[in-house]
Nanobody, 117 residues
Framework: QVQLVESGGGLVQAGGSLRLSCAVS????????LGWYRQAPGKQRELVAS???????NYADSIKGRFTITRDHARSTVYLQMNSLKSEDTAVYYC???????????WGQGTQVTVSS
């Protein structure tokens, strides 16, 4: 089992920044892929950014150049730095981890990000 706990969401004005954190309950060396997803009201959950165990990152086109995914092995934490936020970034943001050995996916409880225009 892997527990994920997100934090850092909130209300921000357009053009502002937020940093989301996701604390992972075990060493992230045991995680194959760490990712951030989001789900806006009435829309499907979509991938925002991901990072493989080897450090390869992948970003959704809509946030390229504005968001950055990073990780801290010592803290077993993955971050999502969000800059130049837009109203369309409003959503619940979820942390995801795919376990290396079992290939199972785990999800956090989500954190709300609201961008006011």
């Amino acid at each position: 089992q892997v527990q994920l706990v997100e934090s850092g969401g909130g209300l921000v004005q357009a053009g502002g920044s937020l940093r989301l954190s996701c604390a992972v309950s075990r060493s992230i060396f045991s995680i194959d892929v760490l990712g951030w997803y989001r789900q806006a009201p009435g829309k499907q959950r979509e991938l925002v950014a991901s990072m493989t165990r080897g450090g390869v990152t992948n970003y959704a086109d809509s946030i390229k150049g504005r968001f950055t995914i990073t990780r801290d092995h010592a803290r077993s934490t993955v971050y999502l730095q969000m800059n130049s936020l837009k109203s369309e970034d409003t959503a619940v943001y979820y942390c995801n981890a795919r376990e290396l050995l079992t290939r199972m996916d785990y999800w956090g409880q989500g954190t709300q990000v609201t961008v006011s225009s």
